[in-house]
């Protein structure tokens, strides 16, 4: 079975940090590229980054732009997503998705999707 499991949110004060993991299994992660996303209550699920199969190639959202840092380790099918400064405006609910087609940053291209972990900044 194909498995994407998010871990490492949690209440965090502005300005702080956190570090998620999105954990895989099931499929040739090495042929993915990884995204992640964040769904906040009333709106729409907002691409936040993405890393390529090969890390030849990241995306990061305009509003997390040199804040986040996305990585990935391929021995273990791992990709972290570093978020520093942490603004209220960042509360929202994270997902990891893998995506076969390359560099990707809309929701209708991933093919795999996992739970999401929650992310909630205090001012």
């Known amino acids: 079975d194909v498995q994407l499991q998010a871990f490492g949110g949690g209440l965090v004060q502005a300005g702080g940090s956190l570090r998620l993991s999105c954990v895989t299994s099931?499929?040739?992660?090495?042929?993915?590229?990884i995204g992640w996303f964040r769904q906040a209550p009333g709106k729409e699920r907002e691409g936040v980054a993405c890393?390529?199969?090969?890390?030849?190639?990241?995306y990061y959202s305009d509003s997390v732009r040199g804040r986040f840092t996305i990585s990935r380790d391929n021995a273990k099918n791992t990709v972290y997503l570093q978020m520093n400064s942490l603004k209220p405006e960042d509360t929202a609910v994270y997902y990891c998705?893998?995506?076969?087609?390359?560099?990707?940053?809309?929701?209708?291209?991933?093919?795999?999707w996992g739970q999401g972990t929650l992310v909630t900044v205090s001012s």
């Open positions: 099931g499929f040739n992660f090495d042929d993915y590229s």
């Open positions: 998705a893998a995506a076969s087609s390359g560099m990707a940053t809309m929701p209708r291209e991933y093919d795999y």
């Open positions: 890393i390529s199969s090969f890390v030849d190639s990241i």
